[in-house]
Structures are given as structure tokens and as C-alpha cells.
């Protein structure tokens, strides 16, 4: 039976009992959106993709990029993320790519004058870096800066004697991988799949290094495909 028929036949019944009872059923209707989300499942591009991947086994950084870049069907320059099951929730740890992963990072420095921006609501940064000597300021503006995660932080290092130098090196490429909330998880884009297989393997392996033996899985993918579990060893 078509997944068009099984709506139709749902959407009957929920006719049948709406013309009994006078009124609309809102078990049937809810039935019928239901149905509709089951059957919708995944696009035929990424099943077909899926197919190419043999979910048993683990691949080389290498190969993996390759199959990765090659079932990407997106037609946009799509991201290529890392998707890493850790050891244990509340994992940190810091990278530096070796090449760029086609992000480019916004990092500011605290000041006077960058404070007033922020009192005003003009937030045009994804790291904000603060000697000491500002954190009393910033303070007053935490509950802006704090739910979207650029409060400053001894504990991922944008607190510093030398933002200069970290600005350099977030810039660079350098983050701080951290699980998500009560989760062992982690979520890093290491490139573009426009990028040359080589750049995206030395990003890949200087994640894997980076991590060491806190990670138990690592699967990529694209924006739009299938992904493809890595061989960490």
C-alpha cells in the first residue's frame, strides 16, 4: 500500500466518524499528521547515500573524507561536522586546526568602548576575550552575555594577561571542544566539503589527537548525507 493511500484511508476514517458524530475527532486528525511523518522518513538522495556506507565497520580518516565529500548531495558548500561520543559528560578540551574550517571566528577584546556596545545591545562577536582587570565591568552584563555563552571564562581561557595573543590564536583556528549539557557528546565542524581531502584528514586527525583516549566514537558527516564512522586507532 502507498504511502498516499494510507493517508487517504486515515483521512476516511477520521470522515466516517466526524459524519457520526457531528464533530471532529481529534485523535483521527492527529492520526493523519502522524502517518504523513512516518511515511515521509528519509529522502531518497540520503537512502541512497546510506546504502554506500557499510554501517559494520569503521573507516580510515581518509576514506572516510573521501565517502563523505562524494555522498554530500547539498547544493550549497555544505559543512563537514564531527559528531564525537566521549568518556564522560563535562569534557573539555582544547584544538588548534591546522587549516581553516571555512568558519570565520568574530573574537573581541574587552574595553571600555566595547562595553558600551554591549549595554546597548550591539553584540557583534562569537568570543569575547577579558584581561582581569575588566571582569568587574563585564559583570553588570552578565545576564546578556552569559545565556549565549560569551561570558568570559577562566575555564576555556578567554580571561588572559594577553588577549592579544589568544585573539591570534582563536583566529587561528584554536576552540575549546566541550560537551553538551548531561551529555557525553560533542559537536565540531572541522571544514567545508569543497576543501582538499588532505586539509579535511589533518583536521580530522588533529581532532582525534587532540581528544586522545577520551573519545569512543567519531562519525562524519555533511550538511546533507549520510555519516560514516571513523576509526579512532
Do not use: W
Amino acid at each position: 500500500m502507498s504511502a498516499n493511500t494510507d493517508v487517504v484511508k486515515v483521512v476516511a476514517d477520521a470522515s466516517a466518524v466526524t459524519e457520526k458524530t457531528g464533530e471532529t475527532s481529534e485523535k483521527s486528525e492527529k492520526a493523519v499528521v502522524t502517518k504523513r511523518r512516518v511515511k515521509a522518513g528519509r529522502s531518497k538522495r540520503y537512502l541512497a547515500g546510506r546504502s554506500q556506507v557499510d554501517r559494520t565497520k569503521t573507516y580510515d580518516v581518509f576514506a572516510a573524507i573521501e565517502l563523505v565529500k562524494r555522498l554530500s548531495y547539498s547544493k550549497f558548500d555544505g559543512t563537514i561536522t564531527a559528531d564525537i561520543v566521549v568518556r564522560e559528560p563535562n569534557t573539555t578540551a582544547q584544538l588548534t586546526f591546522p587549516h581553516t574550517t571555512g568558519k570565520k571566528v568574530r573574537v573581541a577584546i574587552a574595553s571600555d568602548e566595547l562595553i558600551a556596545d554591549i549595554a546597548a545591545g550591539k553584540i557583534e562577536f562569537d568570543v569575547l576575550l577579558s584581561p582581569p582587570a575588566f571582569i568587574s565591568k563585564l559583570a553588570k552584563h552578565a545576564r546578556t552575555l552569559g545565556p549565549k555563552g560569551l561570558m568570559p571564562n577562566p575555564k576555556n581561557g578567554t580571561i588572559t594577561d594577553k588577549p592579544e595573543i589568544k585573539k591570534k590564536e582563536l583566529e587561528s583556528g584554536s576552540i575549546t571542544m566541550k560537551t553538551e549539557k548531561k551529555q557525553p557528546v560533542m559537536h565540531v565542524s572541522i571544514g567545508k566539503v569543497s576543501m582538499e581531502t588532505k586539509q579535511l584528514v589533518e583536521n580530522t586527525q588533529a581532532l582525534i589527537d587532540a581528544l586522545k583516549t577520551k573519545a569512543v566514537r567519531l562519525t562524519l558527516s555533511a550538511s546533507m548525507s549520510p555519516g560514516v564512522r571513523v576509526a579512532l586507532g
